[in-house]
């Protein structure tokens, strides 16, 4: 497809559950981006990858958050135990240069909407 | 405190109105400045973008950023009913690229 497409786009939990996104994002995209947002809030910045590597985790909120991008291409955010704080629109976004000032337009797909029970 | 704020809302405007919508940061290595679009049940989609201080200019949309007040603004003209939307500020430091920080949004509706 021509844009970011992520799965599900709705999941519904019960507490302690493992949970696994899918973010597949634009062709030939370098960067990629996870972020979370809360309701009424903005995006909150989580992981980047720069196409395999994982360059910066800082946003990870706890180590039950774990993402990777095995091929440098699909991305995968993987939630354990989920907690009923954990519930949130989870964005994936992409872009295509490396990370620096001029790494270009961010492109955000719908997101995927996680409630947990 | 946040290092972006931004006043949610909500606005509530005629058609044909000016919009103007604001941001302040307390986080002096800010250099790049954006605004995004968020329509409800969807991601955020890139309006403007600027670069350290100044005015840039796009159809119906007016991006300032004023550094040495930590203020940024967006003006929106001649508004729509599809401009409805939540608008978000976001912004990153020199060696941050994409990596953003977020306002909280301001939902605005257009009203027929």
């Known amino acids: 497809g021509a844009g970011v497409s992520q799965s599900p786009r709705y999941k519904v939990a019960k507490r302690g559950q493992d949970v696994a996104l899918r973010c597949d994002p634009i062709s030939g995209h370098v960067s990629l981006f996870w972020y979370q947002q809360a309701l009424g809030q903005g995006p909150e910045f989580l992981t980047y990858?720069?196409?395999?590597?994982?360059?910066?985790k800082s946003g990870l909120p706890s180590d039950r958050f774990f993402a990777e991008r095995p091929e440098g291409s699909v991305s995968t955010l993987k939630i354990q135990r989920t907690q009923q704080e954990d519930s949130a629109v989870y964005l994936c976004a992409s872009s295509l240069g490396r990370f620096g000032p001029n790494t270009g337009e961010l492109f955000f797909g719908e997101g995927s909407r996680l409630t947990v029970l | 405190q946040k290092e972006v704020e931004q006043d949610p809302g909500p606005l509530s405007v005629p058609e044909g109105a000016i919009v103007s919508l604001n941001c302040t940061y307390s986080n002096s290595a800010f250099q790049y400045f954006m605004w995004y679009r968020q329509y409800s049940r969807k991601g955020p989609e890139l309006l403007m973008y600027t670069y350290s201080s100044g005015n840039k200019e796009d159809g119906r949309f007016t991006a300032q950023v004023d550094k040495s007040s930590k203020y940024i603004s967006l003006f929106i003209r001649d508004s729509q009913p599809s401009d409805s939307a939540t608008y978000l500020c976001a912004m990153s430091g020199a060696g941050g690229g994409n990596k953003l920080t977020f306002g909280t949004g301001t939902q605005l509706k257009v009203e027929l």
């Open positions: 990858f720069q196409n395999e590597a994982q360059l910066d």
